[in-house]
């Protein structure tokens, strides 16, 4: 975290990913009203008493737009973290396993690599009996492992020739112990990075799912805003900041999400500073 913040890219993505994590957090204290409050006037423009106006159902869209942090950003969270997990498994089992092994687990990454993994969402959010937040969670982390395991992968099959390895392997070591004590700590900015990417994958995916109706309507996320918006015709009748306001702020979290990435990046590789 050190070497993060004195990053200038990372520190500001970190500063501005914080924005959005400790509005999420505080929401009940800096949203005026409730995200399902519908006692105004609908379709109400900007004003001081309603920051970005009013939805159709008259609800405050300033109060949806801080609720609905927390939902995204806890399926960023959870998703990337789930994603990334599947991804370091596989990905060093197949690299320092390998023969059939690797034959099998390379099989299944190529497999997972080659469908396309929106559409792919798409038809299993489709299929599901239930929607909501838990289900676009586990579809995302579902489909979103394999390019994180194929560079893990990489890295290990790498790792696994260095001096160090061979030295455990032939004292003796247990498989778990050379996975967690030797290689594991030599890829943490890489395991950081491939967080970062899921997690910013994630978020999107979510509010792909939810635009198109495949999540909860119910449940106030940037998503949904974005579903009811259209549905309503928010730029047709004059409501631009109903749909512009959560499209903003995937924006400015996608782009805090790579500054960090990027920051890891120059921490990992030096030579990129140049």
Do not use: C
């Not at 737009?65 to 060093?92: D, E, F, M, Y």
């Not at 996320?221 to 928010?234: C, H, P």
């Amino acid at each position: 975290m050190r070497q993060l913040w004195i990053n200038r890219r990372a520190r500001f993505g970190l500063i501005l990913l914080g924005i959005f994590i400790v509005s999420a957090l505080f929401a009940p204290w800096i949203a005026p009203y409730s995200p399902t409050e519908n006692n105004f006037t609908p379709n109400l423009p900007p004003s001081p008493a309603h920051l970005l106006g009013t939805t159709q159902f008259g609800q405050d869209v300033f109060s949806q737009l801080i609720w609905g942090g927390r939902v995204s950003l806890l399926v960023g969270a959870v998703a990337g973290a789930l994603a990334t997990l599947v991804g370091v498994v596989i990905g060093l089992i197949s690299g320092f396993l390998g023969g059939l092994v690797d034959e099998s687990l390379s099989l299944l990454i190529n497999v997972a690599l080659v469908l396309p993994s929106f559409p792919l969402m798409v038809v299993i959010s489709a299929y599901f009996p239930v929607r909501g937040v838990g289900v676009i969670i586990f579809v995302i982390a579902l489909t979103g492992w394999a390019w994180g395991a194929r560079v893990k992968r990489a890295q290990v099959m790498t790792l696994r020739e260095r001096d160090f390895i061979r030295a455990a392997i032939f004292a003796g070591d247990s498989f778990w112990r050379i996975i967690f004590r030797e290689i594991l700590p030599n890829m943490i900015s890489l395991v950081a990075a491939a967080f970062i990417g899921a997690a910013m994958g994630a978020i999107l995916g979510e509010a792909g799912l939810e635009f198109l109706g495949f999540g909860n309507p119910q449940v106030v996320s940037w998503g949904t805003m974005l579903y009811w918006a259209q549905n309503a015709s928010a730029l047709v009748t004059g409501q631009w900041a109903w749909i512009f306001a959560p499209g903003l702020a995937l924006a400015l979290v996608g782009t805090a999400l790579a500054f960090i990435n990027f920051g890891i990046d120059q921490i990992s590789n030096p030579r990129l500073e140049a």
